[in-house]
């Protein structure tokens, strides 16, 4: 039998205030199973895990509006839900929502620092906020390990028996060692920590080809294994983008906060980098363009020469992009004439923030 609870019980379990519950009803973030004479009122047992979506919204600074956004996002989800093994990446990955509910992954939002604010990449907050910045302090963090622990226990609660976690190498984000510090303290599952050894972006790639191969009855054990060889021989990596990108990277030394709006555009000249990555990070700069278009241009060509140079076959390529999609025209016209299947990725802020407004890459994930 189903278990209801009074106001007085949830006032005990949470120790939260019958007014705050009364100013959550009103708000519609919870709702009472009915309501007995005298006006009290009955909740059901979906109500304890909607209380506690909103303690952990609330603990990531999240105003009450945001939060009936996500709860009721999270609703519809849920519905959805039926896996036994989950998947799921940080945001830095890039992943479209239509990608997201085909491939059933699940994605946890990384931390935004906006001139001393905090906000939630995605949330509230996104890719569009990023253009009206001139030089703003932007700093970005990666989920907690209590917010990799929340996300493991939901899971479990909604009946996962093993979860794989994809995340970006140390040497560009925190969440790789968060989720293993969380995959240690969670009870119930079996949570395997994938190391792309790459940029976020090449997560969504590896997801996409593990819920292929679960959907087709690979064993979890065997796709671990399939995965580490494609992370082994992995990708190469190409970005136009800008001289604040080339800052950041550490290949130019430029600090952009001291320089003024108008000469900071000025200085926005683009350039296609050639990233490979084969455990060892190398960073060559190939040719120099004073345009995104002629950038792209460079891009493209450096991409052919790639894909015919190269000794293992394509599985996919993931493009990302912070600018117009029409500045793309030329990649998209030689992509398309390829049988590789590629996958466009989303901005978000995160990525904008770090690459530029105006920026676009290429991963290349090989197969042997």
Not at 64 to 80: P, R
Not at 82 to 90: A, P, Q, Y
Not at 154 to 171: L, T, Y
Not at 184 to 194: D, F, L
Request: glycine content about 4%.
């Amino acid at each position: 039998m189903k278990k209801t609870y009074k106001i007085q019980d949830l006032v005990d379990l949470f120790g939260i205030t019958t007014r705050t519950l009364r100013f959550w009803e009103e708000k519609e973030l919870i709702s009472p199973l009915l309501r007995v004479p005298g006006k009290r009122r009955i909740y059901g047992e979906a109500v304890i895990k909607r209380i506690k979506d909103i303690q952990n919204y609330k603990d990531r600074g999240m105003s009450l509006e945001d939060i009936k956004d996500q709860v009721d996002k999270k609703d519809k989800q849920k519905k959805q839900i039926k896996n036994e093994v989950r998947i799921i990446v940080d945001s830095s990955a890039g992943i479209e929502d239509k990608n997201l509910e085909k491939y059933k992954i699940d994605i946890l939002p990384s931390y935004i620092f906006l001139d001393g604010r905090k906000f939630i990449d995605g949330v509230n907050i996104n890719e569009e906020d990023v253009k009206d910045l001139s030089c703003a302090e932007v700093t970005t963090e990666s989920p907690t390990v209590e917010d990799f622990i929340y996300a493991y226990s939901e899971m479990v609660d909604e009946g996962a028996r093993e979860i794989i976690s994809f995340h970006p190498n140390v040497a560009y984000s925190n969440s790789l060692n968060n989720a293993k510090v969380a995959s240690s303290r969670v009870k119930g599952v079996n949570v395997h920590i994938v190391d792309t050894c790459s940029f976020g972006q090449i997560a969504e790639l590896l997801a996409i080809i593990t819920r292929d191969k679960l959907n087709k009855g690979t064993k979890v054990s065997d796709v671990l294994k399939y995965l580490v060889q494609v992370v082994s021989d992995h990708s190469s990596f190409l970005v136009a983008s800008s001289m604040l990108n080339m800052s950041s990277l550490g290949l130019v030394d430029v600090d952009f906060k001291k320089i003024v709006n108008p000469l900071f555009r000025v200085t926005m000249n683009y350039h296609p980098l050639l990233k490979m990555n084969n455990q060892v990070d190398s960073y060559e700069m190939i040719t120099r363009a004073n345009s995104l278009l002629d950038a792209v241009d460079d891009l493209v060509g450096q991409l052919k020469n790639m894909l015919k140079g190269t000794k293992f076959p394509i599985k996919m390529i993931g493009v990302y992009y912070t600018c117009d999609k029409r500045n793309l025209n030329e990649l998209i016209t030689f992509l398309k004439g390829s049988d590789i299947p590629i996958f466009w990725q989303k901005s978000n802020f995160y990525m904008a923030a770090h690459l530029g407004t105006e920026s676009v890459a290429v991963n290349i994930l090989y197969e042997r």
